[in-house]
Protein backbone atom coordinates (compact mmCIF):
# COMPACT_ATOMS: atom_id res chain seq x y z
CA UNK A 1 0.00 0.00 0.00
CA UNK A 2 2.83 1.89 0.71
CA UNK A 3 4.21 2.09 -2.92
CA UNK A 4 0.73 2.77 -4.30
CA UNK A 5 0.46 5.93 -2.25
CA UNK A 6 3.61 7.06 -3.29
CA UNK A 7 3.23 6.43 -6.78
CA UNK A 8 -0.52 7.93 -7.12
CA UNK A 9 1.74 11.22 -5.73
CA UNK A 10 4.33 11.03 -7.79
CA UNK A 11 1.91 10.63 -11.14
CA UNK A 12 0.14 13.16 -10.16
CA UNK A 13 3.34 15.80 -9.67
CA UNK A 14 4.71 14.56 -12.90
CA UNK A 15 1.17 14.72 -14.76
CA UNK A 16 0.88 18.37 -14.00
CA UNK A 17 -1.60 18.26 -11.43
CA UNK A 18 0.18 19.51 -8.66
CA UNK A 19 1.61 21.77 -10.20
CA UNK A 20 0.56 25.49 -8.68
CA UNK A 21 0.02 23.83 -5.47
CA UNK A 22 3.22 23.40 -4.12
CA UNK A 23 4.08 23.23 -0.55
CA UNK A 24 5.85 26.78 -0.18
CA UNK A 25 3.35 29.70 0.84
CA UNK A 26 1.81 31.92 -2.05
CA UNK A 27 4.24 34.70 -3.29
CA UNK A 28 3.20 38.10 -3.23
CA UNK A 29 0.86 39.67 -6.20
CA UNK A 30 3.29 40.20 -8.99
CA UNK A 31 3.02 43.47 -11.18
CA UNK A 32 1.75 41.99 -14.88
CA UNK A 33 5.27 43.09 -16.67
CA UNK A 34 3.60 42.37 -19.89
CA UNK A 35 1.84 45.27 -21.82
CA UNK A 36 -1.95 45.08 -21.76
CA UNK A 37 -3.52 43.43 -24.66
CA UNK A 38 -5.22 46.62 -26.43
CA UNK A 39 -1.68 48.08 -26.34
CA UNK A 40 0.08 45.89 -27.97
CA UNK A 41 0.77 45.24 -31.54
CA UNK A 42 -1.28 42.63 -33.41
CA UNK A 43 1.47 41.93 -35.48
CA UNK A 44 4.88 39.36 -34.44
CA UNK A 45 7.27 40.22 -33.03
CA UNK A 46 6.50 39.97 -29.57
CA UNK A 47 8.38 40.51 -26.43
CA UNK A 48 6.93 38.15 -23.34
CA UNK A 49 8.46 38.53 -19.66
CA UNK A 50 7.99 34.09 -19.15
CA UNK A 51 7.37 32.41 -15.45
CA UNK A 52 11.22 32.73 -15.18
CA UNK A 53 11.77 36.42 -15.20
CA UNK A 54 13.30 36.36 -18.86
CA UNK A 55 12.05 38.12 -21.48
CA UNK A 56 11.43 36.64 -24.99
CA UNK A 57 11.11 37.85 -27.92
CA UNK A 58 9.22 35.40 -30.50
CA UNK A 59 9.59 37.00 -34.14
CA UNK A 60 7.12 35.16 -35.78
CA UNK A 61 3.82 33.23 -35.30
CA UNK A 62 4.91 29.70 -34.28
CA UNK A 63 3.53 26.94 -36.58
CA UNK A 64 5.18 24.15 -34.70
CA UNK A 65 4.83 23.73 -30.73
CA UNK A 66 5.86 21.58 -28.43
CA UNK A 67 4.08 21.35 -24.72
CA UNK A 68 6.02 19.99 -21.64
CA UNK A 69 3.25 19.57 -19.26
CA UNK A 70 -0.67 18.72 -19.39
CA UNK A 71 -1.77 21.94 -18.24
CA UNK A 72 -0.21 24.02 -21.29
CA UNK A 73 -1.34 21.68 -23.49
CA UNK A 74 -4.82 21.74 -22.61
CA UNK A 75 -4.49 25.50 -22.78
CA UNK A 76 -3.35 25.10 -26.38
CA UNK A 77 -6.00 23.29 -27.53
CA UNK A 78 -8.61 25.87 -25.77
CA UNK A 79 -6.73 28.65 -27.89
CA UNK A 80 -7.21 26.26 -31.32
CA UNK A 81 -3.62 24.94 -31.51
CA UNK A 82 -4.45 21.40 -32.08
CA UNK A 83 -2.68 21.91 -35.86
CA UNK A 84 0.57 23.23 -34.46
CA UNK A 85 0.89 21.19 -31.10
CA UNK A 86 3.54 18.64 -32.67
CA UNK A 87 4.78 16.91 -29.52
CA UNK A 88 3.34 16.72 -25.78
CA UNK A 89 4.69 14.48 -23.04
CA UNK A 90 3.98 10.93 -21.62
CA UNK A 91 1.51 12.58 -18.89
CA UNK A 92 -0.97 14.45 -21.69
CA UNK A 93 -4.24 12.98 -22.01
CA UNK A 94 -6.16 15.15 -22.54
CA UNK A 95 -8.07 16.23 -25.00
CA UNK A 96 -7.93 12.53 -26.92
CA UNK A 97 -6.47 13.91 -29.74
CA UNK A 98 -3.08 14.20 -27.58
CA UNK A 99 -3.15 10.10 -27.87
CA UNK A 100 -1.92 10.51 -31.79
CA UNK A 101 0.68 13.47 -30.88
CA UNK A 102 4.39 12.29 -30.88
CA UNK A 103 5.49 12.20 -27.03
CA UNK A 104 9.02 13.92 -25.59
CA UNK A 105 9.03 12.05 -22.38
CA UNK A 106 7.82 12.89 -18.85
CA UNK A 107 9.33 15.13 -16.39
CA UNK A 108 12.72 14.57 -18.05
CA UNK A 109 12.40 15.42 -21.28
CA UNK A 110 14.15 14.15 -24.66
CA UNK A 111 16.04 17.23 -25.73
CA UNK A 112 16.81 15.16 -29.26
CA UNK A 113 13.55 14.04 -29.64
CA UNK A 114 12.40 17.82 -29.53
CA UNK A 115 14.80 18.91 -31.65
CA UNK A 116 13.90 16.62 -33.95
CA UNK A 117 10.09 17.47 -34.30
CA UNK A 118 11.57 21.38 -35.47
CA UNK A 119 9.59 23.29 -33.32
CA UNK A 120 9.18 27.05 -33.65
CA UNK A 121 8.23 27.33 -29.88
CA UNK A 122 8.52 25.01 -27.01
CA UNK A 123 6.15 25.99 -23.69
CA UNK A 124 8.32 24.67 -21.04
CA UNK A 125 7.00 25.64 -17.08
CA UNK A 126 8.09 27.42 -13.77
CA UNK A 127 7.20 24.18 -11.74
CA UNK A 128 9.73 22.22 -13.70
CA UNK A 129 12.19 24.42 -15.57
CA UNK A 130 14.35 24.53 -12.42
CA UNK A 131 15.15 21.35 -12.86
CA UNK A 132 15.54 21.27 -16.67
CA UNK A 133 17.86 24.14 -17.26
CA UNK A 134 20.40 22.38 -19.09
CA UNK A 135 17.43 20.62 -21.56
CA UNK A 136 15.71 24.34 -21.96
CA UNK A 137 19.36 25.83 -22.62
CA UNK A 138 19.89 23.29 -25.64
CA UNK A 139 17.02 23.90 -27.14
CA UNK A 140 17.75 27.74 -27.01
CA UNK A 141 20.70 26.78 -28.42
CA UNK A 142 19.38 24.70 -31.53
CA UNK A 143 17.32 27.97 -32.06
CA UNK A 144 14.31 27.18 -30.89
CA UNK A 145 11.90 30.04 -28.70
CA UNK A 146 11.53 28.18 -25.24
CA UNK A 147 8.29 30.05 -22.94
CA UNK A 148 8.54 29.24 -19.32
CA UNK A 149 5.14 29.68 -18.22
CA UNK A 150 4.02 31.00 -14.83
CA UNK A 151 3.56 28.26 -12.46
CA UNK A 152 0.03 29.54 -11.50
CA UNK A 153 -1.40 29.34 -7.64
CA UNK A 154 -4.69 30.67 -8.14
CA UNK A 155 -7.15 31.59 -10.67
CA UNK A 156 -5.64 34.88 -11.18
CA UNK A 157 -2.34 33.52 -11.94
CA UNK A 158 -4.19 31.01 -14.11
CA UNK A 159 -5.59 33.25 -15.94
CA UNK A 160 -1.69 34.99 -16.36
CA UNK A 161 -0.72 31.63 -18.05
CA UNK A 162 -3.22 31.58 -20.86
CA UNK A 163 -2.99 35.25 -21.60
CA UNK A 164 1.35 34.48 -21.77
CA UNK A 165 0.54 31.85 -24.17
CA UNK A 166 -1.78 33.20 -26.18
CA UNK A 167 0.59 36.21 -26.81
CA UNK A 168 2.83 33.85 -27.15
CA UNK A 169 0.93 31.98 -30.44
CA UNK A 170 -0.97 34.53 -31.87
CA UNK A 171 -4.16 34.29 -30.34
CA UNK A 172 -4.36 37.02 -27.51
CA UNK A 173 -8.06 37.54 -28.48
CA UNK A 174 -9.01 33.91 -27.63
CA UNK A 175 -7.28 33.78 -24.66
CA UNK A 176 -8.91 37.17 -23.34
CA UNK A 177 -12.41 35.14 -24.58
CA UNK A 178 -11.15 32.02 -23.00
CA UNK A 179 -10.32 34.26 -19.41
CA UNK A 180 -13.62 35.70 -19.71
CA UNK A 181 -15.70 32.47 -19.53
CA UNK A 182 -13.95 31.35 -16.79
CA UNK A 183 -14.61 34.29 -14.93
CA UNK A 184 -18.59 34.06 -16.06
CA UNK A 185 -18.77 30.53 -14.61
CA UNK A 186 -16.74 31.45 -11.26
CA UNK A 187 -19.36 34.53 -11.00
CA UNK A 188 -22.19 31.95 -11.48
CA UNK A 189 -21.33 29.97 -8.31
CA UNK A 190 -20.18 32.51 -6.32
CA UNK A 191 -24.04 33.41 -6.37
CA UNK A 192 -25.08 30.20 -5.73
CA UNK A 193 -22.69 30.10 -3.07
CA UNK A 194 -24.08 33.50 -1.50
CA UNK A 195 -27.39 31.40 -0.37
CA UNK A 196 -25.01 28.75 1.94
CA UNK A 197 -25.36 30.64 5.03
CA UNK A 198 -22.49 30.40 8.01
CA UNK A 199 -24.51 27.97 10.18
CA UNK A 200 -24.65 25.62 6.78
CA UNK A 201 -21.11 25.77 6.15
CA UNK A 202 -19.31 22.13 5.93
CA UNK A 203 -15.99 21.19 6.61
CA UNK A 204 -14.25 19.17 3.57
CA UNK A 205 -11.32 16.87 3.85
CA UNK A 206 -9.96 16.55 0.65
CA UNK A 207 -7.28 13.81 0.33
CA UNK A 208 -5.47 13.63 -2.89
CA UNK A 209 -3.54 10.30 -1.69
CA UNK A 210 -5.00 7.27 -0.08
CA UNK A 211 -3.98 5.65 3.51
CA UNK A 212 -1.17 4.69 4.70
CA UNK A 213 0.12 7.86 3.19
CA UNK A 214 -2.82 10.86 2.72
CA UNK A 215 -1.79 13.88 1.62
CA UNK A 216 -4.44 16.82 1.67
CA UNK A 217 -4.43 20.60 0.58
CA UNK A 218 -3.90 23.05 3.17
CA UNK A 219 -3.83 27.03 2.64
CA UNK A 220 -2.33 28.39 -0.58
CA UNK A 221 -3.71 25.81 -2.81
CA UNK A 222 -5.98 25.71 -5.87
CA UNK A 223 -8.25 23.21 -3.82
CA UNK A 224 -8.16 25.92 -0.44
CA UNK A 225 -9.60 28.83 -3.29
CA UNK A 226 -11.54 26.71 -4.35
CA UNK A 227 -13.54 25.58 -1.16
CA UNK A 228 -13.17 29.52 -0.32
CA UNK A 229 -15.63 29.98 -3.66
CA UNK A 230 -18.11 27.55 -2.58
CA UNK A 231 -18.04 28.82 0.87
CA UNK A 232 -16.91 25.56 2.49
CA UNK A 233 -14.53 25.12 5.34
CA UNK A 234 -11.21 23.44 4.46
CA UNK A 235 -10.82 21.07 7.13
CA UNK A 236 -6.65 21.31 6.44
CA UNK A 237 -6.77 25.11 6.16
CA UNK A 238 -4.44 24.99 9.29
CA UNK A 239 -1.46 23.54 7.23
CA UNK A 240 0.41 24.75 4.47
CA UNK A 241 0.54 23.93 1.14
CA UNK A 242 0.80 19.72 0.28
CA UNK A 243 0.79 18.15 3.76
CA UNK A 244 0.76 14.35 4.89
CA UNK A 245 -1.70 14.07 7.56
CA UNK A 246 -1.99 10.44 9.38
CA UNK A 247 -5.27 8.83 9.96
CA UNK A 248 -5.55 10.13 13.48
CA UNK A 249 -5.46 13.92 12.86
CA UNK A 250 -8.09 13.09 10.21
CA UNK A 251 -10.29 11.60 12.72
CA UNK A 252 -9.69 14.48 14.96
CA UNK A 253 -10.96 17.05 12.52
CA UNK A 254 -13.97 15.38 11.72
CA UNK A 255 -14.97 16.51 8.50
CA UNK A 256 -18.43 16.71 7.23
CA UNK A 257 -17.35 15.73 4.13
CA UNK A 258 -14.19 13.90 2.65
CA UNK A 259 -13.31 14.40 -1.21
CA UNK A 260 -11.06 12.48 -2.57
CA UNK A 261 -9.29 13.57 -5.61
CA UNK A 262 -7.78 9.85 -6.92
CA UNK A 263 -10.50 7.99 -9.05
CA UNK A 264 -8.91 8.28 -11.85
CA UNK A 265 -5.99 6.36 -10.28
CA UNK A 266 -7.58 3.93 -8.00
CA UNK A 267 -10.57 1.72 -8.60
CA UNK A 268 -13.39 2.45 -5.70
CA UNK A 269 -11.68 5.06 -4.04
CA UNK A 270 -14.76 6.14 -1.54
CA UNK A 271 -15.77 2.61 -1.05
CA UNK A 272 -11.91 2.31 0.32
CA UNK A 273 -12.66 5.41 2.67
CA UNK A 274 -15.92 4.36 3.51
CA UNK A 275 -14.61 0.59 5.35
CA UNK A 276 -11.60 2.03 7.24
CA UNK A 277 -11.19 0.98 9.99
CA UNK A 278 -11.49 3.43 13.35
CA UNK A 279 -13.41 6.24 10.98
CA UNK A 280 -16.94 4.97 12.01
CA UNK A 281 -17.71 7.97 13.84
CA UNK A 282 -16.31 10.54 11.74
CA UNK A 283 -19.12 12.23 10.71
CA UNK A 284 -18.61 12.13 6.57
CA UNK A 285 -18.44 8.25 6.88
CA UNK A 286 -22.31 8.01 8.93
CA UNK A 287 -23.39 10.05 6.73
CA UNK A 288 -21.57 8.48 3.99
CA UNK A 289 -20.94 11.91 2.34
CA UNK A 290 -17.41 10.78 0.55
CA UNK A 291 -17.11 11.90 -3.09
CA UNK A 292 -14.84 11.69 -5.59
CA UNK A 293 -14.19 14.14 -8.04
CA UNK A 294 -11.37 13.97 -11.07
CA UNK A 295 -7.98 14.93 -10.33
CA UNK A 296 -7.23 16.57 -13.20
CA UNK A 297 -10.16 19.12 -13.30
CA UNK A 298 -9.43 20.41 -9.85
CA UNK A 299 -5.67 20.78 -9.89
CA UNK A 300 -4.26 21.24 -13.63
CA UNK A 301 -3.89 24.84 -14.22
CA UNK A 302 -5.79 25.62 -17.16
CA UNK A 303 -8.89 26.51 -18.92
CA UNK A 304 -10.83 22.86 -17.11
CA UNK A 305 -10.71 24.68 -13.59
CA UNK A 306 -14.18 25.65 -13.66
CA UNK A 307 -15.26 22.15 -14.89
CA UNK A 308 -13.53 21.13 -11.24
CA UNK A 309 -14.55 23.93 -9.36
CA UNK A 310 -18.74 22.95 -10.61
CA UNK A 311 -17.86 19.31 -9.28
CA UNK A 312 -16.64 19.94 -6.12
CA UNK A 313 -19.32 22.34 -5.65
CA UNK A 314 -22.07 19.72 -6.77
CA UNK A 315 -20.15 16.80 -4.25
CA UNK A 316 -20.06 18.95 -1.74
CA UNK A 317 -23.51 21.19 -1.61
CA UNK A 318 -25.50 18.88 -4.12
CA UNK A 319 -29.26 20.35 -2.73
CA UNK A 320 -27.27 24.24 -4.08
CA UNK A 321 -25.20 22.85 -7.23
CA UNK A 322 -27.17 20.30 -8.49
CA UNK A 323 -30.10 21.68 -11.17
Known amino acids: MKKVSTSILSML ?15 PEKENTNPPK ?17 EVVIDKDPERIVSLIPSNTEIAFELDLDKEIVGVTDNDNYPEEVANIE ?32 GLKQLEDAGIDVLVV ?9 YESIDMIGQATGKAKEADEIVTDMKEDIAEIEEKA ?19 EIYTPGKNTFMNEMLDIIHAKNASADLDGWAQVTEE ?30 WENVSAIKNKEVHDVHSDLVTRTGPRLTEGLEQLAEAVYPDVFKE
Do not use: W
Open 103 to 134: KVGGMEFNVEKIISLDPDLVLAHASSAHNSKD
Open 13 to 27: LAAGVLAGCGGEKAA
Open 38 to 54: ETQEAAFPVTIKDGAGK
Open 249 to 278: AVIQKNPDVIVTTYGYYVDKPTEQVLSRQG
Open 150 to 158: NDAENFDEV
Open 194 to 212: KTITDDQMKSVFVEVSPAP
